[in-house]
């Protein structure tokens, strides 16, 4: 009897075995697949573990290291299917108007505001600047002055440097008057539906950029990233996180929410409606039967299957 079931486990009878196995667990509604509580407490503790062990650090060093050495050539558009790069820029390309609110809440920060204020007084004294060729007897007046500038270098040299700056700060006093105004027409401009669509096709450009960015130029941008700093702020997160005295609790929440959307789905319908039921069950089936047929074959399962027969 033992030699019998050896033989037909190392044989076709795994592979009949593990077909059987994939009928029955596709064939099982999710729910009963998965225990939220205890798969909620899993996850918790694995995460304090890593947190206070240290060993995320490794792994991130890692995983940067790797993102660096491990660059390929081209661009992003050459490696990722269109299949799934169209969608996602048709997605972002839909003229849609954000919120108001949350818009300006977003540009209402000093960084932008710098932006804008450098830009606009730039725009002034660039205009100030071409203005001055334009008034009637510039040519003849600058002429003067420069016959009277050996005259006039000791006493007024830093004159002229004075004017520049006062005007320089008059055009800031004005630009930080407006700035208030100008974020908010910024903010107004971004959320108009009419403008909608136009700045939907901006966002499928910057999507374009990205895509066909070279991958080596990307690689140089993580370069400057720093390592260390990536390490410590991922486990001051990790650390902030584990911390929270209902992160289990919430955890289970979250489970089962997805598995109730799912009702009575089994995963048998969830691989159908992704179209790739088949494919799985290929791979799966094959990997399995493998692994039964080693199984098979180990010194362990001899010795349980005498105990078993034995009995």
């Known amino acids: 009897m033992k030699e019998r079931i050896l033989r037909e486990l190392r044989g076709d009878a795994a592979g009949q075995l593990v077909d059987l196995a994939i009928d029955h ?4 509604p999710v729910r009963d697949l998965v225990d939220p509580t205890s798969l909620a407490r899993t996850t918790v503790a694995s995460l304090r573990h890593s947190a206070h062990s240290g060993q995320s650090d490794a792994w ?33 390309t839909l003229p849609i108007a954000p919120n108001r609110a949350m818009v300006g809440r977003l540009l209402e920060h000093g960084a932008v505001e710098n932006l804008l204020r450098d830009l606009l007084v730039g725009a002034l004294q660039g205009f100030a600047q071409r203005l001055r060729p ?11 002055l420069r016959s009277l500038k050996r005259v006039g270098e000791g006493m007024l040299g830093g004159f002229g440097a004075e004017l520049e700056r006062q005007a320089e700060q008059k055009a800031r006093d004005f ?40 991958i080596q130029d ?16 991922a486990n001051a997160a990790t650390l902030a996180l584990v911390e929270r005295p209902n992160l289990e609790a919430e955890l289970v929440a979250l489970i089962e929410g997805a598995i109730a959307a799912l009702g009575t789905q089994t995963i048998e319908q969830m691989l159908s409606e ?34 078993l027969l034995s009995d």
């Open 25 to 28: 667990i596709l064939r099982m």
């Open 60 to 92: 991130i060093r890692n995983q940067v290291e790797r993102a660096k050495t491990a660059m390929p050539s081209g661009t992003l558009a050459d490696r990722l299917p269109v299949e799934l790069t169209q969608p996602l820029r048709d997605t972002l």
């Open 134 to 144: 334009s008034v009637p007897g510039a040519d003849r007046a600058s002429n003067r």
């Open 175 to 214: 630009v930080d008057s407006i700035l208030s105004s100008v974020v908010a027409q910024a903010a107004d401009d971004l959320c108009d539906p009419a403008k909608a669509e136009g700045y939907g096709r901006f966002r499928g450009h910057l999507w374009d950029q990205l895509l066909a960015t070279p």
């Open 218 to 233: 990307w690689r140089t941008e993580i370069d400057k990233l720093d390592t260390e700093l990536l390490i410590s702020t």
């Open 274 to 307: 992704a179209d790739v039921a088949d494919e799985w069950r290929a791979e799966a089936g094959t990997r399995a039967t493998k692994l039964v047929q080693s199984f098979a074959e180990s010194e362990a399962f001899s010795t349980w299957l005498d105990t």
